[in-house]
């Protein structure tokens, strides 16, 4: 039993509330989607969207290893020619050997959507089909709101099928559009659809409204379907459509399918990160096998579980999709699990009971002020490190003092979306601890910046520069604001973490108070101060 | 065929990471499951948190309507007693009619994790029933890793069904505890059981591991089990639990069963986001039925159909859920979804294709610069407005100027987690625009604040409330600031959205800049301005 796998993220995937996607993240997803090894990349509906017609001409030249390139476009208008529809041969200047066609399945979208008859959707269907096979392409039908239609009018809806297989369409894939149909009723349907047409192949295409999209696509394949549509990370339309990451995870690791190589699959978790970094969506954290707390274990007796043997609590070797376990450090968990973490983080310090005990009545005191160490390894990391014996911080930051100036025309205009003139400046007063006996020395300098957070940014590193140079090849790749205590408005505790990387490291810190700039500043002072632990001058 | 909804969020779902919830927490949470017509509510693990001591104590005093309200804990220790083993005293202790006790169903785990031999923990689960049942309680017994040992070695996994069972267990809850089992197999083991123990009542607790969990719950019900256990929003350990919104929607919508009354769906959407608000974790818009973006829709020819019939891209009613259709704004959306969501804002001025198209180009723009209309109706509707003939704006800030100050004793101390002397300040010149011919009035105002943003609130209000005395009730009740382009670091655009909300409304508004407290007060005065239109002096 072999299955292909057939992505979607750049077509339907892009079709989710907040992507946005250019043409240079398509042709660098799609590089990833090849290493990754599905079979089928949708690249894009070149008839509907400019972006992919220019998508589709940089593909020419673009090597694919694994996978073939698709793309996707609608039947015919009614009642116009195939030859000289407009859509039709935008899809044979996109240059690739396969397509996709959607149509429709369902007679109510016919009457209502279309507003055509029935014979003439399946006459649209037939042409369309015939006129891409007689340009040589590969063709598939989607056959959209097909189960919806299937349960409306069975005829009708497999009548659909038979224009486009009759045509010579390539494989039927069968979509449930509106992601409604639960898997009793998905199975029902695809066992009508195969004892109806024996020997073509079958596709599936689940959305996820109904939660099931998953299931739907896993028992799909087990019923004997060969193509599996689907998109990393779950996005598109409304609630996503099947999740391709759990997809592949679960075709490999559950049904035993080699649709990927052990390799590929242990990239699977770097990948679903790279899209959801190019597609500027904050990544899933309890996404199956892929998030951040997938293999994460936060209950006291699950984390003691994990220890004693890594399977108690992990259904699969978190390695193997390229993830890893963690332990949580919360109220929940002890500190035999704070001793645990320690070891993870590589502090080896033997801390003694009271210490553990006393570290943890730390961590809760400072959860009580809105820091959340769950993540913000760095910070708990610099949190550990201050309680231990002998630990000499590189520097303090005595005072910093920001003026942000702002001033606009007092022109009858609103004050939103205009240039404004905004300044940010920053004089900080920072003290380099001596080392080896040699005397502290006070630097105080000042910058501006975009902002005060970067402002203050640019005059620490002034300061610090001097005495590590090294400290500009730290980047800051993200800046996350959490209100801790939504009901005190803009005076509640805000909770700030700062993701630093270098060549080698990727860390991130926490900050938390009832001013933003002060609990950036915190955020930062941990990261400086981590980086510089691994990097003395 | 009926089915009991059994929530365990106060107790599996608080397993989740990030998630702290309070005794009042827990309490208000229960209210509302109580509302929306759960039959069972697991309200903690008194055993094992003393947190979940003082709930029960105080559940003792609450009515609850519908629910009946479920102490959870594990059986007696291997080698003890059942009648003096603390946590089973304290199930007694918590006053509840219903107990339900996990104990393993595994081989693997009985000699791995408890250090015991298989014989002994049979009698540890057959003691533990026979205990409880003495004193009087309804026993369900959560078999952990019932699947993966029925998997291993079924004998012994019936077994432990049997011990539990023969002791007077009323149910047999069998859990899917690493989430990793697909629907296929999990129905096998169903089977299995159900020809073992005829007629004995089974429960179903699956973990979304595999990302299956809600599918594999109706499978179940659909099967015969009678209880099906579950979180609100999918929360709990790893990947969480089986979403509770979603199997409660699937039971009533698709399987037609009567699990609750139309009226109680009708809140799922606004009990769902209300647990999200009070376990502090953002909501998940893309979750099945009660995310933002269930109904949301962006492609152009899924505008355009739902358009022409509501059902076209939708598989149910928003409405039965208690959510709405929402029409997105994208570069993927052309005019005539703008058109439509103008409609839906409320805003009836009949713009003219050339306004409609330069509206859209406007907003093009302003999402190149980091702007995200999706969601933010506020601002949507503020930039519509201001291109309107006749549009006359309430005030404008002319200039602003903040001052944020931090020092520190210079010890040899690290610049974190203490207390800190920090000042926030805010100076403002703020035009109010005369009405009815009335001049042009100036005002400089200044006031401090936590932090800047706080700040500059305090001093607009100052302002504005002179004549507008009602913008006193603008709640800030949500902030977010999201990096646009991390590439940039620090000095990376910034995209605040603020939440607010009055007796009536809740509102949202975007606003975006390379500096965060510029970005910040774009937003606010879109909400200022927003509210003055409905609130006119």
Redesign the interface.
């Known amino acids: 039993m072999t299955v292909d796998l057939y992505d979607t993220t750049l077509r339907d995937g ?5 992507i ?1 996607l250019s043409v240079e993240d398509k042709l660098r997803i799609a590089k990833r989607l090849d290493d990754l090894g599905v079979h089928y990349i949708e690249g894009g509906w070149p008839g ?2 400019p972006k992919d017609v220019e998508f589709f001409q940089r593909m020419q030249d673009a090597k694919l290893n694994n996978a073939r390139l698709v793309a996707f476009g ?1 039947t015919r208008r009614a009642g116009g020619e195939a030859s000289s529809d407009p859509t039709l041969n935008s899809l044979i200047t996109a240059g690739t050997d396969y397509v996709t066609i959607v149509g429709k399945a369902h007679d ?2 016919v009457r ?2 279309l507003a055509t008859s029935l014979e003439e959707n399946l006459a649209m269907l037939a042409d369309s089909v015939r006129f891409l096979k007689s340009r040589g392409k590969q063709v598939y039908y989607d056959a959209e709101h097909f189960f ?1 239609g299937f349960h409306a009018d069975p005829d009708y809806a497999l009548s659909c099928l038979r224009a486009t297989v009759n045509s010579g369409a390539d494989a039927l894939v069968l979509c449930d ?9 998905l199975l029902e349907a695809i066992e009508r659809v195969q004892a109806a047409f024996p020997g073509v192949p079958l596709g599936i295409h689940c959305h ?5 999209a ?3 696509t ?2 799909a394949v ?1 019923c004997g379907v060969q193509q599996v549509q689907a998109c990393i990370n ?1 996005y598109g ?4 459509n099947a ?1 391709m990451a ?1 997809v592949i ?2 075709l490999k690791l ?2 035993g399918m080699q649709v990927v190589s052990d390799e590929q699959l242990a990239h699977l978790s770097e990948i679903s990160h790279f899209v959801s ?1 190019v597609a ?1 969506m ?1 990544p ?6 892929v ?12 984390s ?2 994990v220890i ?2 890594e ?6 070797d978190p390695a193997v999709v390229g993830n890893q376990r963690r332990l ?1 450090v ?3 968990g002890g500190s035999r699990g704070l001793l645990d973490k320690l070891g993870d983080l590589g502090i080896d310090y033997p801390l003694s009971r009271d210490e553990a005990r006393s570290l943890t009545e730390t961590i809760k005191e ?2 009580a002020q809105g ?2 160490y ?2 913000a390894d760095a910070s708990l990391e ?2 550990v490190r ?1 309680t231990l014996p002998g630990y ?2 590189a ?14 025309r ?8 205009r240039h ?1 003139e ?1 300044q ?1 400046e920053a004089m900080v007063k920072v ?1 380099i ?1 001596g080392r080896g006996g040699a005397e ?1 020395e006070l630097r105080q300098t000042a910058a501006d ?6 402002a203050l ?1 640019h005059a620490v590193r002034k300061a610090l520069g001097e005495f590590y140079p090294g400290i500009d090849n730290i ?10 205590d ?2 005190a ?4 505790s ?1 909770r700030v973490l700062i993701e630093c990387s270098d060549e080698t490291d990727e860390w991130l810190c926490v ?1 938390a ?6 609990a950036s ?2 955020a930062l ?2 990261a400086y ?1 981590w980086w510089l632990l691994r990097h003395p001058a």
Not at 237 to 240: N, P, Q, T, V
Not at 284 to 289: A, I, L, V
Not at 513 to 518: A, G, L, P, Y
Request: glycine share 10%; aromatic share 8%; hydrophobic share 35%.
């Open positions: 892009a079709q989710m509330e907040g946005s509907a969207n609608s109510l979208h209502e959507v919806d559009t509106n992601g409604g149909t639960i898997t009793s009723k996820n409204d109904a939660d099931v998953v299931a739907n896993l028992a087990e779950g339309e409304r609630c996503g999740n759990s995870a679960n559950k049904l970094e500027n904050a899933w954290p309890q996404q199956s096998y998030g951040a707390s997938a293999f994460a274990h936060k209950a006291g007796y699950h003691d579980g004693k043997f399977s108690a609590y992990q259904h699969v949580l919360s109220e929940l400072q959860e820091y959340q769950e993540g610099m949190l201050r000499a911080p520097f303090n930051l005595d005072d910093f003092w920001v003026v942000l100036r702002r001033s606009e007092a022109e009858r205009k609103p004050p939103t979306h404004s905004m940010a003290r601890f502290d910046g975009d902002g005060p957070v970067d940014d980047r800051l790749v993200d800046y996350k604001v959490r209100v801790v939504s009901n408005g803009t005076g509640a805000v900050g108070s009832t001013d933003i700039v002060e500043w915190l002072a941990d101060e």
